[in-house]
């Protein structure tokens, strides 16, 4: 297998000739082509986004959710889900000891909780920007393209939204009564509203095909994103698709270095998922592509409540044991942990707009 070359010109649909090389990508079985295309996104890694490795630290603050999304643990049907809502000031402390740590970014994440209504998150994200002076990062599902904007209005820097999976027909079996195409708005309105944005798809999804997932790639590029986490499909026996195995951590992989290389400036976590089906896997992704680690500083007691799927990495641990394990992973492999914001491409793009 040849490296795979994809011309700068091309940010647009039909690009057939670059979705031919994904798609031999995604079905090979060679190790030995796949190492060159783990080497390729291993040094387009190195040149583009450098050796430091961002870690971001999560705070998964509320697992109540309204979204009836049939693939995760804390959708609202399933009753066996122990809710949480961390008040302000908790979030606050985790935030603190974030910092303390060195962390220059707050992931804010929850599960479509309207109780924590918009004004109310703008005024967290404002006090996290002004008293510790960290960057935030909120992934908080949808809201209206208005919210997105007050959210941006109040400092938040980052929004994070996965489409899961660019095949429609299954995306609305993953979400019942929604849509790709309005998931897809959404993605478009928290760019319009000045987020720099990531998405994201799961790796093997009941019914995914491996077509499919060479266009969620070539929609990462289409979508110009600045962030992209993909993690395989975990099934949680609570909920409508519970049966069947895991995503593959192979399949993973590939989907990290090919997003590597249709991206290469982009920033792109090994994710918690590839971590929990397998104990090398965040090590594997660091090495063909990955540059962002997003340690747990949820509070124990509230972090095993966020049940998205079973197996879950870390959740034992405490925020200390979960920055200890970044780093001493991150410093095995010979990397460092990166210094500043690291914030993603559109952010330069913009300041240097404002510069002329
Ligand atoms: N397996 C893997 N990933 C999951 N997510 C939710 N449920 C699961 C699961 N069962 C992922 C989705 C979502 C993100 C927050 O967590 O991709 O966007």
Redesign the pocket.
């Known amino acids: 297998m040849k490296e795979i070359y994809i011309s700068d010109e091309v940010r647009a649909p039909g690009d057939a000739y670059a979705f031919e090389d994904i798609l031999a990508v995604l079905l090979s079985e060679d190790e030995e082509a796949l190492r060159v295309i783990y080497d390729q996104a291993d040094r387009m890694r190195s040149r583009h986004v450098g050796e430091g490795v961002h870690l971001r630290g999560l705070v998964e603050f509320s697992n109540n959710c309204s979204a009836v999304?049939s693939?995760?643990?804390i959708n609202a049907l399933n009753r066996g889900a122990r809710r949480y809502r961390m008040t302000p000031d908790e979030i606050y402390g985790s935030a603190a000891f974030a910092t303390g740590l060195g962390y220059r970014t707050i992931v804010l994440?929850s599960g479509e909780d309207a109780l924590y209504g918009t004004d109310d998150i703008c005024r967290i994200v404002e006090r996290l920007r002004t008293r510790y002076g960290v960057a935030v990062t909120l992934?908080l599902g949808e809201r209206t393209g208005p919210e997105y904007e007050r959210l941006r209005g109040a400092g938040a820097d980052r929004y994070l939204m996965?489409f899961?999976t660019s095949d429609s027909a299954l995306y609305s079996k993953l979400k019942p009564g929604s849509s790709l195409e309005k998931r897809l708005e959404h993605i478009r309105r928290i760019r319009d509203a000045g987020f720099q944005t990531g998405s994201?798809i799961?790796v093997g999804i009941p019914g995914q095909s491996v077509e499919s997932i060479a266009r969620d790639i070539m929609l990462f590029r289409q979508l110009d994103l600045d962030m992209v986490g993909s993690?395989?499909?975990?099934?949680?026996p609570d909920t409508g698709m519970g049966q069947g195995p895991a995503g593959s951590l192979s399949l993973v992989m590939k989907v990290t270095a090919l997003t590597r290389i249709v991206l290469p400036g982009a920033h792109i976590p090994a994710t918690t998922?590839t971590g929990s089906i397998d104990p090398c896997g965040q090590e594997m992704a660091l090495r063909v592509g990955a540059n962002v680690l997003m340690p747990n500083m949820t509070p124990p007691g509230y972090r095993e409540k966020y049940a998205?799927?079973p197996g879950k990495m870390c959740v034992k641990e405490s925020p200390a044991d979960s920055d200890r394990t970044a780093r001493a992973l991150i410093s095995r492999i010979g990397r460092h942990v990166a210094e500043g914001y690291g914030h993603g491409r559109s952010y330069y793009l913009r300041e240097k707009g404002k510069n002329g």
């Open positions: 999304c693939f995760c643990g994440q992934s996965r899961e994201g799961m993690g395989p499909f975990v099934p949680h998922a998205i799927y």
